[in-house]
């Protein structure tokens, strides 16, 4: 398949899709080969970029997505009178830092770095779609382990994990194995607090 041909496929996909599609799913889809599909990709988000269109195309970790040019956010909510999303708290931004950095965490690995209880926290993070469930830690209580998603990096303008920028981490300890959706052994750490957390 001719690249503007697969650019034109690409970009009518993306369209109606509305959210990330990985590029392993676009090849598939398009019988190419990933290498092509990212090329295409790349070169179609360029041509948008440059020509300051009121579409973008996002490159998202392993995947792709269309979304509107941030120029023309102002005409987008004046013409769909939407409201702005609501802010993160504090509390919120600081359980989000660390899920981020030590991911994946689980949610007392959170209050352990914080010192307050942080399930108000984590529960909004979850009801915006900032982090997402991924897994359950190998030991007693198999407490949960939460990741970021897509959205977190589209909503704070990255293409991946690998954009943050450096931070010295907290030392918590020795590190015990846990267990992913997968069943894939990832390197994780516990902690406990009893402190309340202001929401």
Known sequence: MEQEELQRAIEAILFAAGERIEISRLAAVLETDPKEIEE?????????????RGIRILKLEKGYQMVSSGEM????????????PPKLSSSQLEALTIVAYYQPATK????????????YSIGALLNKKLIEDAGRLNVPGRPILYRTTSN?????GLSSLEELPEIEKVSLGEPVAVVDEDQQSIPEVTGQTQNTEEA
């Open 40 to 52: 295409a990709a790349d070169a179609l988000a360029n041509e948008l970029s440059f020509n300051r």
């Open 108 to 119: 007392a690995m959170v209050e352990q770095i914080r010192g307050v209880d942080s399930s």
């Open 73 to 84: 956010a102002d005409f987008i909510t004046a013409a769909l009178e939407t409201r702005k």
């Open 152 to 156: 977190f990096l589209r909503t704070f």
